[in-house]
């Protein structure tokens, strides 16, 4: 069921949080009516809220450290240092392997929502060699 089947008009608030004030007539927008359907000022109201809405995500999805960027073909990584004025990025893989890779060439993945690069960078391996057990002669 849809608000349309009550055959009134359809408004939105023009505040991003509702209230009551004395002049709610003056800050709400006519979104559907029942006999044209919808309005073309509360369609460019809401398109233009939408664009808003998303422009602001876009500025906030920048990479920070301790995101996750999925390397193809070796794993997910952990960003834990920007250098050089963030143009490079250094990723841990399994706390053991050290990725250098360019900040451009990170990109966000819509799709599988997460940071993905196919840049495969340079590595510098931190794993020590570990403790030398003596082998069970008998």
């Known amino acids: 069921m849809t608000l349309?089947?009550?055959?009134v008009p359809i408004y939105f608030s023009l505040w991003c949080i509702p209230e009551v004030k004395k002049d709610y007539e003056k800050n709400r927008m006519l979104l559907w009516v029942p006999q044209?359907?919808?309005t073309q000022e509360g369609i460019d109201s809401l398109a233009a809220r939408a664009q808003k809405w998303y422009d602001h995500k876009i500025q906030q999805a920048t990479?920070?450290?301790?995101?996750?960027?999925?390397?193809?073909?070796k794993g997910i990584a952990i960003v834990y240092d920007m250098i050089e004025g963030?143009?490079?990025l250094r990723l841990k893989l399994f706390n053991q392997l050290t990725i250098l890779a360019d900040y451009n060439q990170i990109r966000w993945s819509v799709r599988n929502n997460r940071w993905e690069t196919d840049q495969k960078?340079?590595?510098v391996s931190l794993r020590t060699t570990g403790?030398?057990?003596?082998?069970?002669s008998h």
């Open 121 to 123: 960078g340079y590595s």
């Open 86 to 88: 963030k143009s490079k």
């Open 131 to 136: 403790w030398l057990l003596p082998s069970n």
């Open 63 to 73: 990479l920070q450290l301790g995101d996750r960027v999925f390397i193809k073909d």
């Open 4 to 7: 349309s089947l009550y055959g």
């Open 36 to 38: 044209t359907g919808f």
